[in-house]
């Protein structure tokens, strides 16, 4: 088993390496978590969990596996639990409702030990097949291991355009750099996830968070496979709410708007102010009579801009209200430890 690295400054530096076949006694063997948030998955979990132990079976290391049960309304439970009876590796955390998709997988990463921390999610669209490739990037020295999913003909022509626009969007009034294409699909080693940790905002778009707390980071490209069963829970709605958390976290721009407006605004009245100074020292002062659609034109401009703006600003002070209440991100009902847990206490 490869030796642990060292890091040094931002980076890391591998300072021994040693053969797969290095007997356990000579070093510890790492742990390893693994974070699944699920939701209405009683069809395809069982599938996902043969796929995921026939990946991490083959691997010399010591591996936890935590479940996320974000408030199912169908079998997931039981399916769980029965996961859990047969592998003596498996955590099980219930959720106190739905709390969504960032809040379960926030709750993972926070209950997650080991020395690194993978998650994905249990549908079959972020392979296990890659968790071997992750962990030798992690152990060449990476702390963050990013996926980019390729498109795909499953998804339609209009959610990849409005993916490509959002990234594009983000990135270009953003304070951050987000990978377009990205998924929470992702290693992190133990220094970057305790510094995403320590981010307690309500609103989360982790994706964002990870980009922006920075460490060594590697993107592993990934073509994603077919659901194993069941189709997306990510509707249109819950889409649209990533993407105003995203650029609402990560941005000011939309407050910036309403200078860059008033700006315009100004510009248009001092040209307005010359023409009508113009036409009255040139003795066209007939042509000065206020015309009722020129004045409804600029009531209405100049009122729809107030009303943006205030939307804007009404968005962020709602942000900040929900802060500063310190509401928990998710509410754990109930949490079953691993059996290896158990047998070790």
């Not at 639990?81 to 990463?109: M, P, W, Y």
């Not at 993978?118 to 296990?128: A, E, F, R, V």
């Amino acid at each position: 088993m490869p030796r642990i690295c060292v890091i040094l400054g931002e980076k890391s530096e591998i300072l021994v390496s040693s053969p797969l076949s290095e007997p356990a006694h000579l070093c510890e063997v790492p742990l390893v978590g693994i974070v699944v948030p699920v939701y209405n998955e009683e069809e395809a979990l069982p599938a996902f969990h043969r796929l995921l132990c026939e990946q991490i079976d083959a691997l010399s290391y010591r591996f936890r596996i935590y479940y996320v049960n974000d408030g199912s309304t169908d079998a997931t439970a039981e399916r769980l639990k029965e996961i859990q009876q047969a592998d003596r590796r498996v955590c099980t955390l219930e959720l106190s409702r739905n709390f969504g998709h960032q809040a379960a997988l926030s709750a993972g990463l926070d209950a997650a030990e080991g020395e690194y921390v993978i998650s994905l999610d249990g549908d079959g669209q972020h392979p296990p097949a890659l968790i071997p490739e992750m962990l030798r990037l992690a152990e060449a020295g990476y702390e963050v291991v990013l996926t980019q999913r390729a498109d795909t003909e499953d998804e339609s022509g209009f959610k990849r355009w409005t993916s490509a626009q959002f990234y594009r969007l983000i990135n270009r009034i953003g304070d951050t750099r987000v990978l377009p294409g990205g998924a929470d699909f992702r290693l992190l080693a133990r220094p970057a996830l305790e510094a995403l940790r320590g981010m307690r905002e309500y609103h989360r778009f982790l994706r964002g968070m990870v980009s922006w707390i920075g460490f060594r980071t590697v993107i592993l490209p990934y073509q994603p496979p077919q659901r194993l069963a069941g189709k997306s829970k990510y509707t249109m709605k819950k889409m649209l709410r990533l993407a105003r958390d995203a650029i609402f976290s990560f941005s000011l721009v939309p407050l910036y708007i309403g200078l860059s407006m008033g700006g315009l605004m100004l510009f248009l009245a001092l040209v307005e102010m010359v023409y009508v100074l113009s036409l009255w020292f040139s003795g066209q002062r007939a042509q000065l009579e206020p015309g009722w659609s020129s004045l409804m034109f600029v009531i209405l401009v100049v009122s729809g801009i107030l009303m943006i703006l205030l939307g804007f600003i009404g968005i962020y002070i709602g942000y900040i209200f929900q802060e500063v209440k310190r509401r928990p991100v998710y509410i754990i009902r109930k949490a079953i430890p691993a059996r290896e847990d158990t047998a070790e206490a």
